[in-house]
């Protein structure tokens, strides 16, 4: 291919692109940019009154948030959310997608949007219904418990009980996201491989583990990265059915960076709160990468 060839696929390439480029940067690069360099102000309602109260503070904001036991309280819940969400929701959704892509299952069609369902409907609607069914004194949870014996349990209201029931609220809200994606990994899978198992032998056990299991490993790192970046960023829920109580036990980071930024109109602290989130969620993922290179996963 002749060199001025080449330049005019590249011209028309940076051409077709330009506008997707565009809007990234006007819409992404620009505000985070912008977010950044308000974290080093104090920027409040009364700089947001007048642009001569702003003042440049620095690491201030960041030093008081490692100093706010507030902070470090959400930091827990949300560390909480990761370590015991993350491997609840990634499996449920890969058992979903075995059940849903078995040869011997009938009514696929139906049965996948019934599991695909909580992802699509409203999550402020679905969290008031969990709201109603976790209700102490009216809620069906506690009216099936009360059949086989057992006292009505606040689950909201306790601040030992309020995080696994939001957990268990988002596992059965987000799974079916990631069930499509492990259903979709699964369809890729060659199916003269498992074939192949089955007459040597091997039983479905074995063919999962050795045969199924290394096929999606990459789509398993995908839905890993994309579950723990959800958990991180999780504020719709506790703020909707616990509004970060009881006695601010399930206030997660982006709770907290609300309240700063939108309650207490401290948009420098709130800014600096994203930028701290920001870097949990890329080590993070950084480290999940690093597990999977190891591993042989990708």
Not at 75 to 86: I, P
Not at 170 to 179: H, I, P, S
Request: aromatic letters at 14%; one cysteine or more.
């Amino acid at each position: 291919m002749s060199e001025p060839t080449v330049r005019a696929e590249a011209r028309a390439g940076w051409a077709m692109t330009a506008p997707a480029l565009a809007a990234i940067g006007l819409f992404f690069v620009v505000p985070a940019v912008a977010s950044l360099a308000l974290s080093f102000t104090d920027f409040d309602i009364y700089a947001l009154a007048d642009l001569a109260n702003l003042r440049f503070i620095g690491f201030e904001n960041y030093q008081r948030l490692l100093t706010n036991p507030l902070f470090w309280q959400a930091m827990r819940n949300t560390l909480w959310f990761v370590v015991l969400g993350v491997p609840l929701i990634v499996s449920l959704s890969l058992a979903a997608a075995l059940l849903v892509h078995a040869k011997t299952l009938r009514w696929k069609p139906l049965w996948r949007v019934a599991l695909f369902a909580p992802f699509v409907t409203t999550l402020v609607a679905t969290a008031l219904v969990w709201n109603y069914l976790l209700h102490t004194r009216y809620g069906l949870i506690n009216y099936a418990l009360g059949w086989v014996g057992i006292a009505p349990v606040d689950w909201l209201g306790n601040p030992h009980t309020a995080l696994p029931a939001i957990l268990l609220f988002v596992a059965w809200k987000t799974f079916g996201y990631n069930m499509i994606i492990f259903l979709a990994a699964l369809q890729a899978v060659n199916a003269d491989l498992i074939d192949a198992a089955r007459v040597d032998g091997a039983g479905a056990w074995v063919r999962f583990r050795h045969v199924t299991l290394p096929a999606i490993a990459p789509t398993m790192l995908l839905v890993a990265i994309l579950t723990v970046a959800g958990m991180f960023q999780l504020f719709a829920e506790p703020y909707v059915m616990t509004q970060g109580g009881p006695a601010k036990s399930t206030v997660t980071v982006l709770y907290f960076m609300f309240e700063e930024g939108f309650k207490w109109w401290n948009l420098g602290s709130g800014a600096a709160v994203a930028f701290i989130l920001f870097l949990c969620i890329f080590v993070t993922t950084l480290i999940q990468m690093h597990i999977a290179r190891r591993s042989g996963a990708v």
